[in-house]
């Protein structure tokens, strides 16, 4: 199966560098889609407009809805079908997670709408969730300038976890947030030299002791969890001793 990714935006060179790398070895061995599309395509007038004034006063611009529509009609169609995820990145979005990436993973159609200015006109959204299934997704709480980069993390996390993408698919079950780790953040890695500036790799990983390492392991990352982030921990993990 092949995942047709589609990206909406004025900047379209954005995803050129879906090109290099990982992303780009997917798409030669036909596991991805890349069509990055200019929104200006659907605009009618010299100056090629996408944006306009927001009703109800306030700063800056909104974006038009009549390219967006133009453009989902062409790209997407105009017949309903929930098998299209379409994703606006935005501020005001839902969290993105690893367990959202994870269920994308098996989508056959993802399209990207980067929005720019001060967004998005609603009715935009609204006609998209009347018609394919909409997520409006935040990757922290933070604004950037448009959805582009946001669509462009959330594209790799997605990739990465469609069937054939990773070389060692047993990599992925021991990352951060995966259901192998239990949700929790990774544990610190190291590699040789076994000293290095006056600082050495922890005795037991280089005990051969399976048992120790899972359990250092374990321990390292509710650690870390309930460190960093004690939101994501609850009372089964407990404070390590
Ligand atoms: N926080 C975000 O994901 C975002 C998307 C666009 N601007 O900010």
Redesign the pocket.
């Known amino acids: 199966m092949t995942m047709r990714l589609d990206y909406l935006s004025i900047f379209p060179a954005y995803f050129d560098v879906l090109d290099i790398s990982l992303l780009g070895k997917a798409a030669v061995n036909g596991l991805v889609e890349v069509h990055a599309h200019d929104l200006r395509d659907w605009t009618h007038d010299r100056h090629r407009t996408v944006d306009d004034t927001p009703c109800g006063g306030g700063a800056g611009m909104v974006m038009k809805p009549d390219p967006w529509g133009e453009a989902f009609d062409e790209i997407i169609g105009t017949e309903p079908d929930s098998s299209v995820h379409v994703i606006f ?3 005001s ?1 839902a969290p ?1 997670t690893q367990s959202a990436a994870q269920e994308l993973s098996s989508a056959v159609r993802i399209v990207f709408c ?2 720019r200015y001060e967004g998005i006109d609603h009715r935009v959204i609204d006609y998209a969730r009347s018609m394919w299934t909409v997520h409006e ?11 582009e ?2 669509a462009l ?1 959330i594209t790799e996390a997605v990739v990465r976890l469609v069937p054939g993408f990773m070389g060692n698919p047993e990599s992925l079950a021991e990352e951060s947030f995966s259901a192998g780790q239990d949700g929790l953040l990774e544990y610190p890695l190291f590699t040789r030299p076994v000293s290095w500036r006056g600082l050495d790799v922890p005795e037991v990983l280089m005990s051969g002791h399976h048992g120790r390492i899972a359990k250092w392991r374990r321990d390292e990352s509710v650690r870390l969890t309930c460190e960093r982030r004690p939101d994501l921990t609850d009372s089964d993990f407990g404070v390590p001793h």
């Open positions: 990145p935005s501020p979005g993105f980067c929005g997704v935040s990757l922290g709480d933070y604004v950037l300038n448009g959805g980069v946001a993390a």
